[in-house]
């Protein structure tokens, strides 16, 4: 697929090179697009000017030990392939570098801060599929970090940003680095393809890609110490990941990938069952496939499998995008560009440039505990998931549940609570079981309080033995929608809990405005997100239905199933607050009383009905916010929370 051989005008531009580049035995090269120039040496007063020149430098250098390109913000254009090699001894510690002069995780980092590499390189072979090499990098323990690469506009072209050819090199990683393509105006064949062992891309974007990364062959004809983890893989137009030797030992996980034609590409003759762990792989249009460089050969069979846990496998992934500012007509991209919006599905797995934010709850070890995912319960072969997170240590404890909001419509259990309270629940040893729940309107709400229940259920049936849990202490937190289903969990569990906590909860649904023309729906396209399947996570596309809902007036009907003006009485029956009595859990109310989406007078509806019926409970007022808001922002409303559970979880009370 690939002419293995160094194209020949590389061989008189070096040779050009060689005689204006001065060079230094220098550990670090600089490069500057805008102040450089190829008769410098390459200091950091004085640096080259392009990447070529920097390559010259290295190849021409035996200096021991690290070697660092750093590039500056800028455009650089590749015309003809640039090889980084030399006999140098790199090892683990002491690497060969490139890397832009201010990474992503810089607090004064901006996308337009990333040096852009686009190449123009014409390439080998006939002009019908000519493959063309950006840069090749031929030497062992090198790494690729922080830089944006473009596609090739050469028709007929196959181009590639970062090539390794070597069958016997070993450690290449290519971290923290943008690949945009434009399948109309610069098409972007393959980012990355290396031979050899060791390949890893990490926390990598990859927008309109044919192909981002092939893992391909290795001495020995099995590849090991490879890996993927942390990427956003959106559009590519022929197989998100391809592995043709690859060795089992393939380490995939936190990656998202959409939008795409396969979500998996393998040689035929690789039949080997990869894991994939916490990733969200949705919209694609094939799940796994075939291919060599000559064709692709369809779908895999019932021989392929992957041994997947706590994958995502429904919802739409919503990325930033660029915005035009109405006052100068510019371009503006946001520090979080072509990653996932937050508080949107698959923003808490921490696939994009950063290292450092958000925080991975799931590298768990970080934080002093672990999590794990389980199936709670199965609707017509849907399984609907849990995530428990434990502290480090192994004695039995009490659990809370945690019921994430979103108007019964959007959300997901990855929504957690808010990392604040997450850790001081662990840090007061409680284990937290955060659910998915089936989503309205393709269930009703009836169904949906069975799914909060039946979580309940399964927690004490089955959290002695998974996560060493007592059964007799399990309180319930939500949040707005949460909080009505952790409230209806006060009623329908048996037997009661032994507390609940409702952030911004409803007493009724009178907050809501009324409508009855659902004709409306047909007229905005927002409602074509609804389908017949059931549906336990929802993105942006929930979001903006679930609010054009409450705008019009049907938000209660598509929950209910039912139009509620005229059946009250059935209303009534699914109301949490008609069923407290003397029996019902120790409950603590958090309301603001400026919140804009539920008032504050549901919040002393329930209050009211709790005290007649003299409940022990208390509503706890907060300035502002709502539901998700206060536990991230009011650090006396999360200590409110645990100082309410330690005395109904801890204090050993019977009433």
């Known amino acids: 697929m690939i002419k293995k051989r160094l194209n020949t005008g590389m061989i008189c531009v070096a040779f050009v090179l060689s005689i204006f580049c001065v060079f230094a035995h220098a550990e670090t090269i600089y490069v500057d697009s805008d102040s450089g120039n190829d008769t410098h040496n390459g200091t950091q007063d004085k640096p080259v000017q392009t990447i070529a020149c920097a390559a010259q430098i290295v190849n021409d250098s035996n200096e021991p030990g690290l070697t660092t390109v750093k590039i500056a913000p800028g455009a650089y254009c590749i015309s003809e392939m640039v090889v980084f090699e030399n006999s140098r001894q790199y090892t683990k510690d002491k690497r060969f570098i ?3 002069m201010i990474l992503p995780d810089d ?29 090749k990098i031929e030497v062992n323990h090198a790494t690729v970090r922080g830089i944006k690469f473009l596609g090739n506009p050469r028709p007929r072209t196959w181009g590639y940003s970062i090539f390794r050819s070597g069958k016997g090199l070993n450690d290449l990683v290519v971290t923290q680095c943008m690949f945009v393509g434009d399948e109309q105006a610069l098409p972007y064949n393959i980012p990355i393809c290396a031979n050899g062992q060791g390949v890893v891309v990490d ?6 890609c044919d192909i981002p990364a092939i893992f391909w062959d290795a001495e020995g004809g099995i590849s090991k110490g490879n890996a993927m983890r942390y990427c956003i893989v959106d559009g590519a137009d022929i ?63 019932s021989e392929i499998f992957f041994k997947e846990k706590n994958v995502i496998k429904e919802g739409n992934v919503t990325l930033e995008k660029s915005i035009v500012t109405a006052d100068a007509l510019s371009v503006v991209r946001s520090r979080g560009y072509l990653h996932v919006v937050p508080g949107t599905l698959g923003s808490d797995l921490g696939a994009g440039l950063f290292t450092t934010e ?32 434990l502290p480090a240590n192994d004695e039995v404890r009490a659990v809370v549940l945690y019921i994430h909001g979103g108007g019964f419509m959007f959300g997901s259990r990855i929504g957690r609570p808010s990392k604040s309270l997450l850790d001081k629940l662990i840090e007061a040893n409680y284990v937290v079981v955060s659910i998915d729940y089936r989503m309205a309107p393709e269930t009703k709400l009836d169904e949906i309080v069975k799914d909060a229940r039946d979580a309940c259920i399964w927690i004490r049936s089955q959290g002695p033995s998974l996560f060493n849990t007592d059964p007799n202490r399990l309180g319930v937190v939500g949040g707005s929608a949460g909080a009505f289903l952790a409230t209806a969990c006060g009623y329908t569990v048996k037997p009661r809990l032994q507390s609940v906590v409702a952030i911004s909860g409803y007493a009724d649904f009178e907050f809501a405005k009324p409508g009855t023309d659902r004709s409306i729906l047909k007229q905005n396209n ?34 209910l199933g039912f139009e509620p003006i005229s059946n009250q009485e059935r209303v009534n029956a699914l109301l949490p607050i008609n069923h407290i009595n003397s029996d019902y859990p120790a409950t603590l109310l958090i309301h603001s009383k400026n919140d804009q989406n539920v008032p504050f007078s549901q919040a002393e509806k329930l209050s009211r009905t709790l005290t007649a019926h003299k409940i022990e409970s208390e509503l706890f007022i907060v300035p502002q916010g709502h539901s998700s808001e206060i536990i991230r922002n009011d650090p006396d409303a999360v200590a409110k929370i645990i100082t309410f559970l330690d005395k109904q979880l801890k204090g050993n009370k019977k009433r």
């Not at 926390?203 to 309109?208: D, E, S, T, V």
């Open 98 to 100: 490139i890397e832009a």
């Open 107 to 135: 607090p004064n980092w901006a996308p337009a801060l990333m040096p852009v590499v686009i190449s123009t390189v014409k390439g080998d072979g006939p002009d019908t599929e000519k493959h063309a090499i950006a840069i």
């Open 203 to 208: 926390h990598c974007i990859f927008y309109k």
């Open 239 to 301: 197989a998100a990941v391809w592995t043709c030797q690859t060795d089992v030992d393939f380490d995939f996980h936190h990656n998202i990938i959409t939008r795409s034609q396969y979500y998996w590409m393998r040689a035929p003759n690789n039949k080997k069952k990869y894991i994939v762990r916490d990733c969200m792989v949705t919209d694609n249009k094939y799940n796994s496939g075939y291919g060599t460089a000559a064709k692709i050969d369809g779908q895999t069979g």
């Open 358 to 389: 958000p925080a991975r709850t799931t590298k768990t070890e970080e934080y002093g505990y672990r999590k794990e995912t389980y199936t709670y319960k199965e609707v017509d072969g849907h399984e609907i998931l849990a995530d428990v997170f």
């Open 526 to 559: 927002l409602y074509d997100s609804v389908g017949k399947k059931i549906l336990t996570q929802g993105g942006q596309d929930r979001y903006k239905l679930c609010f054009f809902l409450l705008e019009n007036g049907l938000w209660p009907w598509e929950i």
